[in-house]
């Protein structure tokens, strides 16, 4: 089905979430045609997002529509029960769903739990469910919504689970900036000075980057931990290791998604303030892994935001000299929580693979490294 006739069929002008690679189709569409707009918010995170959508009813008195990847289902749980529920404001919503790790159909090992799981999350929450496939057609959409009429009536919320396919889009939106390093550059040139450190990295192609930077220079994978889920956890994964590793120096390569998606973490990173941290924060303004649709970054300070939260030393760069220069820096010790802003440009190889090893390999290994460290 087109996005477009799934747009029309649901009835909804308001739009809002965090994209999905099972949601291409629909973002791509979103972004041509509502761009980013009173209309069409990029949220921070889906809990975001099921905000934005309770008060765009209360303000309009219309349905709005929240999208996001199933991975995303734990952070609207609180909004739901406690802010839309009918027993409590009664607000309804329609929720567009990407079934990632569906059962029988092969996908990354941190979709697999959520995968199972995820349709019985959403009537947990006495959110009626519908599954479309590629098979489901704007008049089956349509007439749904008709039947989920009540629904709504009664402050109820629905949602639409997604399978692999099921919405398509013909246009080819352009995501793009005016940066010149790669991310991969960028990674590698942080694996040759961080050498024998710890590194914690974030979920997607940053990962993924990291692993093969390793394989192509033969290089031992149990200095790193690949966060492969939990988008915006990295960061605090990294701070209480370098807490309890106060003789080790920690390296966090963040991305902009993750460090938005949850930004008080950095509050509690500054608070915490270990000297044997290095928050990086790769900035592409966009979330690339799954689509390019643009996040917020290029609209806020970062720089200014780790100050504020109480990060000592805080910079951004945009070019390879710089870049080198400040990580020189820090290799020879800086004695004090430091975040690096790096804009880099949008786009990864074509080739770009996946670990090899395990999730349970990777944290057996990571952990066995981390016995000898102080």
């Known amino acids: 089905m087109q996005a477009s006739d799934f747009v029309k069929a649901t009835g909804c002008t308001f739009f809002t979430g965090v994209p999905d690679s099972q949601l291409k189709g629909l973002c791509d569409y979103l972004y041509d045609n509502k761009g980013i707009s009173k209309d069409h918010i990029i949220a921070a995170n889906e809990g975001n997002a099921t ?57 990354e090992p941190q979709h ?29 959409i349509e007439a749904k919504i008709k039947e989920w009429a009540p629904v709504f009536e ?23 900036n005016d940066y010149a390093m790669t991310r991969e550059h960028v990674i590698e040139l ?23 930077i390793r394989e192509r220079a033969g290089e031992t994978h149990s200095h790193d931990f690949l966060t492969v889920g939990s988008m915006g956890h990295s960061s605090s994964i990294a701070l209480s290791i370098a807490l309890n590793k106060p003789g080790s120096r920690v390296w966090c390569i963040d991305g902009d998604g993750s460090l938005l998606m949850h930004l008080g973490a950095a509050a509690v990173m500054g608070a915490n303030a270990p000297e044997n941290m290095v928050h990086i924060v790769i900035n592409n303004g966009a979330h690339e892994t799954v689509g390019g649709m643009p996040t917020v970054s290029e609209k806020i300070d970062v720089v200014k935001i780790a100050e504020g939260c109480g990060y000592k030393k805080a910079v951004s760069v945009d070019n390879e000299s710089d870049l080198i220069k400040i990580l020189d820096e820090v290799k020879k010790g800086t004695d004090c929580l430091t975040l ?12 770009l693979g996946r670990p090899t090893l395990t999730a349970r390999q990777n944290v057996e290994n990571f952990m066995n490294y981390l016995k000898e460290k102080n």
Do not use: H
């Open 51 to 107: 905000a934005l959508a309770a008060g765009y009813y209360m303000a309009t008195g219309k349905l709005p529509l929240v999208y996001m990847q199933n991975s995303g289902i734990g952070n609207i749980i609180n909004p739901v029960a406690s802010l839309l529920n009918d027993k409590v404001y009664a607000i309804p919503c329609l929720f567009v769903v990407g079934w990632r790790g569906e059962p029988g159909v092969k996908d």
């Open 112 to 140: 697999i739990y959520q995968g199972e799981v995820t349709v019985k999350l959403l009537e947990d929450m006495d959110i009626v469910t519908c599954i479309i496939d590629k098979e489901t057609t704007a008049e089956d």
């Open 154 to 176: 009664q402050g109820k919320s629905a949602a639409f689970v997604v399978r692999k396919g099921a919405l398509s889009y013909d246009g080819k939106p352009v995501y793009k």
């Open 190 to 212: 942080i694996t040759k000075a961080a050498g024998d450190d710890i590194i914690v990295s974030t979920t997607g192609k940053a990962s993924r980057e990291l692993f093969e």
């Open 340 to 351: 690096i802003e790096i804009k880099a440009a949008l786009g990864s190889r074509a080739d």
